[in-house]
């Protein structure tokens, strides 16, 4: 069965940062393009960072700048390097697998941005 394992969440003073990781396993990472996104209560998910089996990246408008999203496929894990935090940034934050009709999601990490 598929696994996604996200880490790296956790509670972080405005300006700070974090740096999330997806460990991906039982599929072949390389193949997918491979996304991060985030859900705060009572909103709809948002992309926050896509890059392609090629490496090609893209930022959300509100991130941009700020966060960083990368792979390793020796390793079959993905990043999310965030820096300069703001409180904003509080939610969850899921790991995302996706190739034609496959769409893997992770169980999510915490990220707190408070002082």
């Known amino acids: 069965q598929v696994q996604l394992v996200e880490s790296g969440g956790g509670l972080v003073q405005p300006g700070g940062s974090l740096r999330l990781s997806c460990a991906a396993s039982r599929f072949t990472f390389s193949v997918y393009d491979m996304s991060w996104y985030r859900q705060a209560p009572g909103k709809e998910r948002e992309l926050v960072a896509t890059?392609?089996?090629?490496?090609?990246?893209i930022h959300a408008d509100s991130v941009r700048g700020r966060f960083t999203i990368s792979r390793d496929n020796g390793k079959t894990t993905l990043y999310l390097q965030m820096n300069s935090l703001k409180p904003e940034d509080t939610t969850v934050y899921y790991c995302?697998?996706?190739?034609?009709?496959?769409?893997?999601w992770g169980q999510g990490t915490q990220v707190t941005v408070s002082s």
């Open positions: 890059i392609s089996l090629g490496g090609s990246t």
């Open positions: 995302n697998a996706r190739r034609a009709s496959k769409n893997y």
